[in-house]
Structure formats: C-alpha cells, structure tokens
C-alpha cells in the first residue's frame, strides 16, 4: 500500500509498506517498509526497514534497517543497519553496522563495525568472560592505525582487528 504526504500506513503479517514525505510505514511479521523523507520506518521480525533523509528506521530479530543521510539505523540481534554520512548505526549481538563519514557504528557482543573518515566505532564485550560486566571498546578512525571503510571485530584481547574476506 502507498500514502501520500502526512499519511500512516499500516500493514499485517506478511505485509508491505510505502509512505510519502513525512510519513510512517509499519509493517508485520515477515514484512517490509519504506519511509519518504524525514519519515519513521518499524518492521517486524525477519523484515526489512527503509527511511529517507533525516529518518529513523527500526527492524526486527533478523533484520536489515537502512537510514539516509543523519539519519539512525537499528537492526535486531544477527541484524544488519547501515546509514550514510553523519549518521548512527546500531546493531545488537552479533549485528553488522556500517556508517560513512563522520558516522558511528555500534554494535553489540560479537558484532562488527565500520565507519568512514572520521567517524567512531563502539562494540560491547565482556569484561569478565562469563559474567554479565559488560564494557565498551571506543575507537576513532584515522586514530591507533583503525582506517576508514574498513570492517572491524574484536579479537580475543578486546582489541579492534580488520575483519578477513570483506572487501
């Protein structure tokens, strides 16, 4: 279904969803959604999320969430979120985020980063294996040999190493 400016949509299970500027677009189980400039988009589990220009995209358990330029990205665990320049991408255990310049990429226990010139990348880890401590590792690219457009996991130090096989 697709609405114009100003619109809701809202779909069920196995659902699809499309809304102008502005707008929200929600989607069900197994469903996916787009959003217009500045609009909001939620999927649900094993969905996909879309948002235009300074939007905010969310998706479920197994999910992809894609944001343009300032805009946030917020995938599920095992999930995937990426955003362009200026923008923030978090992803839960085991998530993959991927921002571009001046971006941040967070993701959580076993995740993998990636940013551009300029930007931070954040993944959590247990201080303590075993116990629920949780930490952060903080880098800077440009910074302590960590280049841009590179994929980033922690090693079993807590230190940033290049992902193998990304190209």
Not at 4 to 11: K, L, M, P, S
Not at 95 to 108: F, Q
Not at 136 to 146: P, V, Y
Request: charged fraction near 20%; charge should be negative; glycine fraction near 18%.
């Amino acid at each position: 279904m697709s609405k114009g400016r100003r619109e809701v949509d809202n779909t069920g299970d196995h659902g699809d969803s499309n809304v102008g500027i502005g707008g929200v677009a929600i989607s069900g189980y197994d469903g996916q959604s787009s959003s217009g400039s500045k609009g909001v988009s939620i999927a649900g589990d094993t969905g996909t999320a879309f948002s235009g220009d300074d939007g905010l995209s969310f998706a479920g358990d197994d999910c992809m969430a894609k944001s343009c330029s300032r805009g946030y990205a917020i995938a599920g665990k095992f999930g995937w979120a990426k955003t362009l320049e200026n923008g923030t991408a978090i992803s839960a255990a085991y998530g993959v985020s991927v921002t571009l310049d001046d971006g941040l990429s967070v993701a959580g226990a076993g995740g993998q980063v990636e940013s551009g010139v300029n930007g931070a990348i954040m993944i959590c880890y247990e201080s303590k294996p075993g116990t629920s401590i949780q930490r952060w590792k903080l880098g800077h690219i440009g910074e302590d040999g960590l280049k841009p457009n590179t994929r980033y996991q922690l090693d079993e130090n807590n230190e940033f190493v290049e992902v193998e096989g990304i190209s």
